[in-house]
């Protein structure tokens, strides 16, 4: 009984199809903003902080990443996966637009 169980089992992880690389799409922009002559405190409340709330607000997004230094900001916005990348883009530029 236990030398059947470990052959069916053994047969079962040869035969179950893999892919290698799966082609998992995950869309994903990167916005970088200057903000000239502002300390990263001043750029966080002016520039990121209300950057990070529109985008937020557009659909599919996931996860916003965002970091402030002296005189720019920096957000990466990652959308759901399998979102089109081309229509993340363009709700994207029309929000922040």
Do not use: C, H
């Amino acid at each position: 009984m236990v030398l059947a169980s470990l052959l069916l089992g053994g047969f079962a992880v040869l035969m179950t199809p893999r892919d290698e690389e799966p082609q998992i799409v995950v869309p994903m922009i990167d916005l970088m903003l200057q903000a000239l002559g502002l300390s990263a405190r001043e750029v966080e409340q002016r520039v990121t902080a209300p950057m990070e709330k529109l985008l937020w607000e557009i659909l599919g997004v996931e996860y916003v990443y965002s970091t402030s230094s002296p005189g720019e900001t920096l957000a990466i916005v990652r959308f759901l996966v399998g979102q089109d990348e081309e229509e993340t883009i363009l709700r994207s530029y029309n929000k922040l637009y």
